[in-house]
């Protein structure tokens, strides 16, 4: 069927909208007409050649919209269902069947590789071959085709054009906390990056009780809204030194738990360091590939531990309903971070929020 797409065509240029061609469902994905998709950083990194990927491409993994149709052997979804899409993977591994597919055996291949699984193309110009199925979606179109197994059904009465950031930058900051960390009620989180990840995970940290958030970023701007949502302190880390102070905060402890969000290599140590003793420190920011860093082995050996995080580890089928009840009851207000572009404003849109001057953009067909 024919569809309007924002196309990439070269490493760091700007996204043009096309006509294409997309191809018909298989048995297991959806047609999902798109209403709204949100624009990550993640997004970006074959933009720029941080992952290696061709052109020409399409992009967009946070997508919302309504089903148009199912293949022959879908089962969990039927057309006019409101549903969020999210990352893909395989469903067959060991990571998989033991409900970890954030940490798929093929995750690079179901998201990164701009192909089915099977390694067939779901988008055409004419004869060329347009790269798609980017984390099992290519969501900035206005259709797309969805694997059952990552697309979410969420409920009707909720403002679909918002959901889209569930997919992905949402799930991840929110299930860093609640299924990573897991603080208890009265611990303490420090999280490094006030940006849709960090602010997503305070939202978290607030939803289960931490009683001191921490939110540690240079954008003053973005320091008042970590306020407004739940911040019980923050730091600018250009001002002051960020370790120092949430050790002065924390009685010198140190926090039991921080968060990396920003990919920042010296945010990361400080990270580190600004943890307890048998504290945990949760590394979700992406630097670019081969990137190392040094840590103090003897602050590893008191007990502290740093863990990479994907996803939230979240299971998308059951995590993006619990923020979709958590938001409708007024608790989780991811809302205040969102910021609408038309389809056609894209390009606006990833300069926003490269330049700082929006947090989650959401771009609405």
């Not at 179901?110 to 347009?130: H, I, Q, Y």
């Not at 407004?228 to 600018?236: P, R, Y």
């Not at 390009?347 to 700082?356: F, I, L, S």
């Amino acid at each position: 069927m024919k569809i309007t797409a924002a196309v990439m065509r070269a490493k760091s240029g700007t996204f043009s909208l096309e006509q294409l061609e997309l191809d018909e469902p298989k048995d297991h994905e959806v047609l999902i007409r798109m209403v709204a998709c949100g624009i990550c950083h993640t997004d970006l990194l074959p933009r720029d050649q941080v992952v290696p990927a061709p052109f020409p491409a399409v992009y967009g993994h946070e997508g919302a919209g309504v089903v148009e149709k199912v293949g022959a052997q879908v089962t969990r979804l039927k057309p006019g269902d409101h549903v969020v899409m999210s990352c893909h993977f395989c469903g067959e591994c060991d990571t998989c069947m033991s409900g970890q597919p954030m940490y798929c055996r093929d995750f690079f291949k179901a998201n990164f590789s701009f192909a089915r699984m099977d390694g067939t193309s779901t988008l055409k110009n004419g004869e060329e071959v347009v790269h798609g199925a980017f984390f099992g979606q290519s969501s900035f179109a206005t259709y797309a085709l969805g694997s059952e197994r990552s697309v979410v059904k969420i409920p009707s009465d909720v403002p679909l054009e918002l959901m889209g950031p569930l997919g992905c930058g949402v799930q991840t900051g929110a299930g860093a906390v609640i299924n990573s960390l897991r603080p208890q009620a009265g611990d303490s989180i420090a999280i490094y990056g006030a940006g849709s990840v960090g602010l997503s995970a305070l939202l978290a940290a607030v939803v289960t009780g931490c009683a001191v958030r921490i939110c540690v970023d240079p954008n003053e701007e973005r320091l008042k809204l970590a306020r407004e949502l739940g911040a019980t302190h923050t730091i600018n880390p250009s001002k002051i030194n960020p370790v120092d102070e949430i050790r002065s905060i924390t009685q010198g402890l140190g926090a039991k738990f921080s968060l990396e969000t920003s990919g920042n290599l010296s945010a990361l140590r400080q990270a580190v360091d600004s943890i307890q003793i048998m504290g945990e420190c949760g590394m979700i920011g992406a630097p670019a590939y081969g990137t190392e860093i040094g840590l103090d082995t003897w602050g590893l050996l008191l007990g502290r531990k740093v863990r990479g995080i994907c996803e939230g580890d979240s299971v998308p089928q059951l995590f993006i309903p619990k923020l979709v009840e958590l938001y409708r009851q007024g608790r989780f207000p991811f809302d205040r971070i969102i910021r609408f572009y038309a389809f056609d404003e894209i390009n606006q849109a990833v300069e926003d929020g490269e330049k700082g001057r929006t947090i989650k953009a959401v771009v609405r067909f």
